[in-house]
């Protein structure tokens, strides 16, 4: 089945550093591909999408790109700050009834 | 206009007692979606629901676990006989339409003990 699998965490930067978090898929079809975020106790927020090979989404800072060939949806920043401490999931929909995720990665950025 | 709105945000049971949570979509989405984060996991979804129908519950437990979304009135989540593998997170998720964006409520933190 549909499967997502994301770099295990947690992963610790210092601000202004580079974030990369990779994200890879195994999917029939054509997904749609997310990115969401979960702030301490709260819900997930969708930080952005793709729904379509080599489209990039892109959010506060936040980019990823749609890769068919690598089946990878790779998250990245170039400069984090403090508030961007969370967990981020990727995650796909191959279907209109449900969101597959990965299993998360926590992010710690140090002041 | 008001999010995804679930309560109790926390939730206590001991082991064989029901579980009841609430979910009140955002005005005007009438889809409804169900997923259970265990600790240190990520989401996986349960339930998908409509007014009155249930579409897809493929991610339900077999047994205990029980869904439903009235005419009027919120969505509910009924767990039955509680047992200490139940503790999670449970978040409910609304959209539109089947094909549209899913906004996530702040979910609602079980405990069994």
């Known amino acids: 089945g549909d499967s997502v699998t994301q770099m295990e965490g947690p992963v610790t930067l210092s601000e202004e550093a580079f974030l990369t978090i990779n994200c890879t898929y195994t999917?029939?079809?054509?997904?749609?591909l997310f990115w969401y975020v979960q702030y301490p106790g709260e819900g997930l927020q969708l930080l952005l999408k793709a729904t379509k090979a080599d489209d990039k989404g892109s959010n506060k800072g936040f980019e990823a790109t749609y890769r068919k060939e690598t089946t990878s949806f790779h998250l990245e920043k170039g400069s984090v700050q403090v508030s961007d401490s969370a967990v981020y999931f990727c995650?796909?929909?191959?279907?209109?009834?449900?969101?597959?995720f990965g299993k998360g990665t926590r992010l710690h950025i140090l002041p | 206009n008001a999010g995804v709105m679930q309560n109790p945000r926390h939730l206590v049971r001991r082991r064989g007692q029901e579980a009841r949570l609430r979910c009140s979509p955002m005005k005007g989405h009438s889809h409804v979606y169900w997923y259970r984060q265990l600790p240190e996991e990520g989401l996986k979804f349960m339930v998908y629901?409509?007014?009155?129908?249930?579409?897809?519950e493929s991610g339900m437990p077999k047994e205990r676990f029980s869904a439903e979304f009235p005419k009027e009135g919120p969505s509910i989540l009924r767990i039955q006989q509680v047992v200490r593998g139940d503790s999670a997170a449970y978040f409910c998720a609304s959209s539109p339409s089947p094909s549209y964006e899913q906004y996530f409520g702040p979910g609602t933190r079980l405990t069994v003990t």
């Open positions: 999917a029939t079809g054509y997904p749609s």
């Open positions: 629901l409509q007014k009155e129908n249930i579409i897809d």
């Open positions: 995650a796909l929909s191959n279907r209109d009834d449900k969101i597959i």
